[in-house]
């Protein structure tokens, strides 16, 4: 029997929640972790990163077979789903917790990064300057369990219905293709 292999990647792009709503129903994702990265603080709570102390940005862990989905995949969709424009902001979500950035684990996912926001700035995607900033992944702190499958689990709470909700509409319209059981 063949092991399947594995890749990791860690993403913010604002509240967790979206993200992981989002990664959930895209073919080759296995599973998603909500949590926190980049800060200052040891096993930080969602209270401490809500107030915008600790410096870390709530982020997405995210566990991917790389021979049907590439890191390249996810960050087109990543950039399509969030305002990389923004700097510690997306929407009404104000605070460094909701920076865009993207946590490489390996030069190459570096170097792809770097690539594709060249790219996007090269094309003219934004009508602002990317401000996603690429940063080496230190350790990842995961979120409270109450977290996990947030929208799954309460899609009528007002947050998911007009926040989450619309982005999860949004990747399934835009990549109909890479959405699980289509």
Known sequence: ??????????????CFWCLEAVFLAMKGVRCVQSGYIG??????????????????????????DPEVVSFED???VFFEIHDPTTPNRQGNDIG?????????????????ARAMIEKLAWDGA?????????EPATTFW????????????????????????????KFRHSFAARVKGN
Request: glycine share 6%; hydrophobic share 35%.
């Open 142 to 169: 995961p979120a409270e369990a109450y977290h996990d499958d947030y929208f799954a689990r309460n899609p009528n709470q007002p947050y998911c219905r007009y926040v989450v909700g619309p982005k999860v509409a």
């Open 39 to 64: 800060g200052h603080e040891d096993a930080p709570s969602y209270q401490s990163v809500c107030s915008g102390d600790t410096g870390h940005a709530e982020a997405v862990k995210i566990e991917f």
């Open 74 to 76: 996810l960050l087109e």
């Open 126 to 134: 934004f009508d602002a300057p990317i401000v996603t900033e690429l």
């Open 96 to 112: 460094s917790q909701y920076r865009s950035a993207i946590f490489y684990l390996s030069p190459e996912q570096e170097a792809a």
């Open 1 to 14: 029997m063949t092991e399947k292999r594995t890749a990791t990647a860690i993403l913010a792009g604002g």
